[in-house]
């Protein structure tokens, strides 16, 4: 099946920091990226809809300068977290699906410490 | 409130067990997928299923589509160690776009 490979797999930083997490689909073009977040012991939430060249389309109570999304080509997608902070700390999984819109790929998952 | 619910939230049970996970909605799916999650780890495509009524096998699961379909369920037969992880049902919503939401989840631990 196809590759998304995401990066980093973790990552530790300073509260008020930003990161970036990187989405790459590695064989196939992805005109969609999904991100999502996991808590402990929980389910995915989904956070926002990424299409190649526009802006993402974000979740009821996600908030949009907070968490950037940019999806300016169609293999790679990136999440910054902003300003984060200890309650940013989470699972972070991407997804994508190509053109067809057949089968959605996921990444490994950026487990994201604040402290 | 979630759009999916799983039942049961936590399921531990000894091997050679069969066991059965529930999705349920007040909503239509045009698709429903099933996963299964390690810790640490993305989630990984089990089955998708398209048809009202459906029932797809692979090996030891059965999976099964609801006729009006905003159910499903899945079925382990002869439980391994192995089969032990997070379970998650999701769907496409009939006219939602492509996106997929994701079921509450279902923690199976199968023990020795």
């Known amino acids: 099946g196809a590759v998304v490979s995401q990066h980093p797999s973790r990552v530790i930083c300073k509260s008020g920091t930003s990161v970036k997490i990187e989405c790459r689909s590695l064989d196939f073009q992805a005109t969609t990226m999904f991100w999502y977040r996991q808590f402990p012991k929980q389910s995915l939430m989904l956070m926002a809809t990424s299409n190649e060249g526009s802006k993402a389309t974000y979740e009821q109570g996600v908030e949009k300068d907070k968490f950037l999304i940019n999806h300016a080509s169609l293999t790679l997608s990136t999440l910054t977290v902003t300003s984060a902070h200890p309650e940013d700390s989470s699972f972070y999984i991407c997804?994508?699906?190509?053109?067809?819109?057949?089968?959605?790929?996921f990444g490994q998952g950026t487990r994201l410490t604040v402290v | 409130t979630q759009l999916l619910e799983q039942s049961p939230q936590f399921l531990s049970i000894q091997e050679g067990e069969n066991l059965t996970v529930y999705c349920n909605s007040s909503?239509?799916?045009?698709?429903l997928q099933w996963y299964r999650q390690e810790p640490g780890e993305g989630p990984v495509l089990l089955v998708t299923?398209?048809?009202?009524?459906e029932v797809k096998k692979l090996k030891r699961l059965t999976f099964q589509f609801g006729d009006a379909r905003k159910d499903s369920s899945l079925h382990i037969t002869a439980a391994q160690p192995g089969d032990t992880g997070l379970y998650l049902c999701a769907g496409e919503l009939t006219g939602g776009g492509n996106k997929l939401t994701f079921g509450t989840g279902t923690q199976l631990k199968v023990e020795l």
């Open positions: 997804s994508a699906r190509d053109r067809d819109n057949t089968e959605a790929f």
């Open positions: 909503s239509v799916f045009s698709s």
């Open positions: 299923v398209v048809t009202g009524g």
